[in-house]
C-alpha cells in the first residue's frame, strides 16, 4: 500500500485546512486511517483516527472540537479537516493506515499502523 498525503499549507491562525490522504496498491476491505504530526524539534504524536470497519473516529485532545476525520472507502481516500489552526498546530502531518480494526483507545499507538506515507507540511502564521 501506498499512502499519499496532501493538503498542507500556509494558513493563518484561525483558519482551516482539509488533508487528505489517499490508498494506492493493494486493497483491503477496510482500512482504518490515523493522522499524526511532528513539530519541529518534537516527537511525532497522535492527532485523530477513523476505524476501518465502522468508521468510528477518536482524536487527541489538542485538536477535539476543532478537527474532523472521515474517509471516502470507495476512493480508498481520508481525510482531516482542521478548523480554527493555531501556531502550534504547525507540523508535518503524517497519514497511516492498517488492514486490522482494534479498539479505539488503540488508535493512538504507531506501532499498529502497518503503511505509512511522507507527511505534508502545514504551517500556521500568528
Known amino acids: 500500500v501506498q499512502l499519499q498525503a496532501s493538503g498542507g499549507g500556509l494558513v493563518q491562525a484561525g483558519g482551516s485546512l482539509r488533508l487528505s490522504c489517499t490508498a494506492s496498491?493493494?486493497?483491503?476491505?477496510?482500512?482504518?486511517t490515523g493522522w499524526f504530526r511532528q513539530a519541529p524539534g518534537k516527537e511525532r504524536e497522535f492527532v485523530a483516527a477513523?476505524?476501518?470497519?465502522?468508521?468510528?473516529?477518536r482524536y487527541a485532545d489538542a485538536v477535539k472540537g476543532r478537527s474532523t476525520i472521515s474517509r471516502d472507502k470507495a476512493k480508498n481516500m481520508a481525510y482531516l479537516r482542521m478548523n480554527s489552526l493555531r501556531p502550534e498546530d504547525t507540523a508535518v502531518y503524517y497519514c497511516?493506515?492498517?488492514?486490522?480494526?482494534?479498539?479505539?483507545?488503540?488508535?493512538?499507538?504507531?506501532?499498529?499502523?502497518?503503511?505509512w506515507g511522507k507527511g505534508t507540511l502545514v504551517t500556521v502564521s500568528s
Open positions: 477513523i476505524r476501518g470497519n465502522d468508521g468510528h473516529p
Open positions: 497511516a493506515v492498517t488492514p486490522k480494526n482494534y479498539n479505539t483507545g488503540s488508535y493512538s499507538r504507531e506501532d499498529i499502523y502497518d503503511y
Open positions: 496498491g493493494r486493497t483491503f476491505t477496510y482500512l482504518s
